[in-house]
């Protein structure tokens, strides 16, 4: 999703491994500087998985989202703080 001030970048795995967060930390490092069209919009991350793993993406800074049925829930309590890239 892209508005004029923010974005946020998803990955979705069927199977979330801490590698796979790290890997998607390690992109959204990179993305401004690849796509710079995007360098005044501030970006977050959000992975999308069943995985007990999520409780490592959430303390990176990362939104969780699993499937709920044929809805979306975002896992991310009140006291989370998204990082921002």
């Known amino acids: 999703m892209v508005d004029t001030a923010q974005s946020v970048a998803i990955e979705v795995k069927s199977k979330l491994t801490q590698r796979d967060v790290d890997e998607q ?5 990179k993305f401004k500087r690849l796509l710079p069209r995007y360098q005044n919009i501030q970006l977050l ?41």
């Open 25 to 29: 930390l390690e992109r959204l490092g």
């Open 45 to 85: 991350g959000a992975m999308m998985a069943p995985s007990e793993v999520a409780r490592y993406a959430y303390r990176q800074g990362l939104f969780v989202i699993t499937q709920s049925g044929e809805d979306l829930v975002i896992l991310n309590d009140a006291k989370f703080q998204s990082k921002a890239w």
